[in-house]
């Protein structure tokens, strides 16, 4: 039988893997034995990868030899579900994709929270009042665009914030993609990517000439996710800074 997680998803494009269980691992393998699990091409989804063999097929397939686990599976526009979670058993709602919007200052009471452990990551103090003064300046002035990934719900999961700039160069606008950051509850589901997805579409929307970012230079996952995305890193050009305060 099917697992219920993969029931709820939508059917849009192209292919998901539907896992049938016959066996568990025991306990004591760290990774789930496939040994006893067939796969079919059942549902419709943008992109599906196995991080394994592709040994699939129209009709249950048994995976002896072969294939002794499944390390991860990856959808493309979001959800990543490694094989310990579905031997426990996947919450369909987990695996459901958020929406993607700008923000308006109605917004401003949940990304607060959201905005004070983004700045908390970065090693600066809890500060819910001067992280909520600065998001609603922020969108009452016009000097940031906020886009945030929404549950169902109407909860917040995370967001990205966009700054408006100008090159005297080129005689261009562009933004500067300045904040990235995704709930903990929900990493590893291609949130991050979403809203880099969405910061694209609403630059390219705004009539803008590019999305300029700055990461750490050991930031590799966040580098291999700017770079999938099409990002090249500015090999000419150096960063310097004058501290005013």
């Avoid at 058993?89 to 905005?115: E, H």
């Amino acid at each position: 039988m099917a697992h219920p997680a993969f029931d709820s998803l939508p059917r849009l494009g192209r292919v998901v893997i539907s896992i049938n269980f016959s066996r568990r691992a025991p306990k004591s393998n760290a990774r789930p034995c496939l040994a006893g699990l067939g796969f079919n091409i059942t549902y419709y989804l943008p992109v599906a990868t196995l991080w394994c063999p592709p040994i699939l097929s129209s009709s249950p397939v048994p995976l002896p030899g072969q294939l002794k686990w499944v390390r991860s599976y990856e959808l493309r526009c979001g959800t990543t579900v490694t094989s310990s979670l579905i031997s426990k058993g996947v919450n369909a709602a987990m695996l459901k994709q958020p929406s993607y919007r700008i923000a308006t200052s109605a917004d401003v009471p949940k990304l607060t929270a959201l905005f004070d452990a983004y700045r908390q990551f970065y090693e600066c103090a809890s500060d819910l009042e001067a992280a909520r003064s600065w998001l609603s300046t922020n969108l009452n002035q016009g000097r940031s665009i906020i886009l945030v990934a929404e549950r169902d719900d109407s909860e917040l999961l995370g967001f990205t914030q966009l700054y408006p700039a100008l090159c005297s160069v080129d005689l261009v606008f562009y933004y500067v993609l300045y904040d990235l950051y995704v709930d903990q509850s929900a990493r590893r589901r291609g949130l991050g990517r979403g809203l880099m997805c969405a910061a694209e579409e609403h630059a390219r929307a705004s009539g803008a000439a590019r999305l300029d970012l700055e990461t750490a230079r050991d930031n590799f996952p966040g580098q291999s996710l700017y770079q999938s995305l099409g990002y090249v890193c500015d090999e000419v050009f150096l960063k310097y800074s004058l501290d005013l305060s």
